[in-house]
């Protein structure tokens, strides 16, 4: 079964600088997506960046990228010029292709990110 | 922008009582989803469903679990007996039908099930 790990409970950064978060995942599958989302205190999760296994290149999505790096199966997050709306809980996500079979988002337990003023 | 609506926000029962959690899809979407979080914990999925039927369950969603889709909008969650550990933030989601359209899960803000 896949699993995903997110090593760091909090993490804390200063307003405009930059901040990683660190996720690992398990898998046997060649093909995958992969998914950082956010969930501020109001609770509803918005999808902040993906990545396609298959795609060498790594995501960017405005102050938002990550570095893939498929042998280590590692997928972080790194948020560039944080901004106070950026603290939130943020969760790393995997899922199979559709042809899987299984469309379900096995996410890792979170990390919580506070901006500093 | 559409978005994934869930009614209620919070919902509070007691034990052994029957809940049913609601969402709205949006509109042209055809896979829909249940998560749960348990406080403090990770999201955990429980079911998908697409074209009338269940596609994939997980261990959690035992019988007292039931989906529905009674009509063209609504897509229900159904707990037939709640246990003090059913208590948890529920989230629908949805996705687009069509491979290689996006892909991504939307989300819904959630109903915060607390039962007594």
């Known amino acids: 079964a896949q699993t995903v790990t997110q090593s760091q409970p909090e993490m804390s950064v200063q307003e405009a600088e930059t901040v990683t978060l660190s996720c690992t995942y398990d898998t046997s599958e060649s093909d995958y997506y992969l998914f950082w989302y956010k969930q501020p205190p109001s609770r509803q999760m918005i999808l902040v960046i993906r990545?396609?296994?298959?795609?060498?290149q790594n995501a960017t999505e405005n102050r938002f990228s990550v570095n893939f790096q498929k042998a280590a199966k590692s997928f972080s997050l790194k948020i560039s010029d944080s901004q106070l709306g950026d603290a939130a809980m943020y969760f790393c996500?995997?899922?199979?292709?559709?042809?899987?079979?299984?469309?379900?988002?096995?996410f890792g337990k979170g990390t919580k990110l506070t901006v500093n003023p | 922008e559409p978005e994934v609506t869930q009614t209620p926000s919070h919902q509070v029962t007691q034990m052994g009582q029957e809940v049913i959690l609601r969402c709205v899809p949006i509109?042209?979407?055809?896979?829909f989803y249940w998560y749960r979080q348990i406080l403090g914990q990770k999201v955990e999925f429980l079911v998908s469903f697409y074209n009338n039927e269940i596609s994939e369950k997980s261990e959690i969603f035992d019988d007292q679990f039931s989906v529905e889709r009674p009509d063209g909008s609504n897509f229900t969650l159904k707990i037939r007996s709640t246990k003090l550990e059913d208590s948890a933030m529920y989230f629908c989601?949805?996705?687009?039908?069509?491979?290689?359209?996006?892909?991504?899960?939307?989300f819904g803000p959630g109903t915060r099930l607390t039962v007594t």
């Open positions: 989601a949805s996705r687009h039908e069509l491979a290689g359209a996006s892909y991504e899960q939307y």
């Open positions: 509109s042209n979407h055809l896979y």
């Open positions: 996500a995997y899922r199979r292709p559709d042809w899987g079979g299984s469309e379900k988002l096995v």
């Open positions: 990545q396609e296994a298959y795609k060498q």
